[in-house]
């Protein structure tokens, strides 16, 4: 149910496809409705494909066309709750401990007993924990983000099991508990965006929390959708051939397939090079542009004359 607070952008599933058009992302029905979900339901979206398929382009592209602050967070191993969470800036600390140092005699008094004393300095230490000497980190910035936030959790998979335990808090209620002062809400729950390349099994208790979307390597038509909205000085002749010679790649045995990413650079590859049409010899020439590692390479360059024909004809007749 729709609601006051929710974005125009976010009002349907429609309403969700042409606000990411707007900025650019070429969505789908599938990726638009957990979106939608996503903010209704407030729950996290776990995303998982292949690299290069726009999992955290979807999450870039909500933040720009729904006027959010984007807190990014990259996972790796050794990730833990100071680098994501918070931590305590420990020189204003140290100034603090100096300066009152300096005062001590000045703020406990001359004729204070050793019990006074110890009241009064308690005060003092208790600040050394307060909201003052704060560091947020991105979690914790996405809880105060008071006009709606996109919190992008990057490759997830990335980071070891005691951090997806950290984050079950935080996604479960949107709040995170910082010991020494309380339990922090969110004041607008965040769209939280998760990542995973599938680089190892994420625990079942973080999906359990997560609405699941996997975004697989596009077809021709959204293909060229997407190169269009990146690159529109492409012509439609050389977008077709394009598009169909990348297709064609992909169904090739390589270990690395190209991304969408990477036929977007292709394709502003092929327009500074004033291409009308795909040619074996310029296609040879830019390979290094769609593959990334050389035994792809030269698995391919033998058979790039035929795929460049095959590519130049498909793109030539109907979709």
Known sequence: MTTASTPPGLTSIAAVTATLASVGYISTRAISTAVYLAHHLRKPVLIEGPAGVGKTDLAVSLGKSLAFALLRM????????????????????????????????????AEDSLEASFQKLAGFQDMFFSREFL???????????????VLLIDEIDKSEEQFEAMLLEILADYQVTIPEIGTISAQTPPLVILTSNNTRELGDALKRRCLHLHIGFPDAERERQIVRSRVPGVSDSLLRQLVAFVQSLRE?????????SETVDWARTLMLMHA?????EMVQDTLNVLLKRQSDIVEIDAKVEQLTRDAVTAGAGPD
Do not use: F, V
């Open 252 to 260: 090739e045995n390589i270990r690395k397939h190209p991304s969408i």
């Open 135 to 149: 560091e947020p980190r991105p979690l914790l910035k996405a809880m105060e983000q008071e006009g709606g936030s």
């Open 74 to 109: 990259q996972c790796y191993e050794g990730l833990d709750e100071s680098k994501s969470l918070y931590e305590w800036k420990y020189g204003k600390q140290l100034l603090y401990t100096q300066i009152l140092k300096e005062k001590i005699h000045q703020l406990i008094g």
């Open 276 to 280: 009308d049409a795909l040619e074996p």
